[in-house]
């Protein structure tokens, strides 16, 4: 990757995904599918229009996927609401204004009952996040 910006912006999601022990790396049992998954970036920008930081989203092919045959339901991740909470409290409290909201990550809660398999992201081996950088 050529741009400095986007490789540590990755480091940042494929870290948040480690600490949340989002997967696990194992092998495709024989019979199953897995999923593809690619990266999405966006510029996020302050209220003045520089640039506050370079984002980078892992995010699978699920448009690949029947639904009833490999679905059932689907859902949206979105924040905690007692997060939201603190933070209107916090800038009510300090007379702060607030304009947006921007969640760094978000995660489902709860665990999965069924069994997903993701391909590794584009340049990530199972050796690690090195392995992407060099």
């Known amino acids: 990757m ?53 984002k980078a989203r892992l995010v699978t092919k699920g448009y690949t996927q029947i639904e009833g045959l490999d679905f059932d339901e689907t859902f949206a991740p979105v924040a905690k609401l007692v997060s939201v909470r ?5 800038a009510l409290y300090k007379n702060w204004e607030l304009f947006q909201l921007d969640v760094n990550n978000t995660f489902l809660h709860g665990d999965l009952e069924e069994e997903v398999y993701m391909k590794l992201p584009p340049g990530l081996t199972s050796v690690g996040i090195q392995a992407i950088f060099g």
């Open 2 to 54: 050529r741009y400095q910006h986007w490789k540590e912006a990755i480091k940042v999601e494929l870290s948040a995904l480690e600490r949340n022990g989002t997967w696990v790396i194992v092998d495709l049992p024989a019979g199953k599918k897995a999923i593809g998954c690619k990266w999405l970036y966006k510029v996020k920008r302050k209220a003045n229009g520089s640039i506050e930081r370079y």
């Open 86 to 90: 603190v933070l209107l409290t916090m």
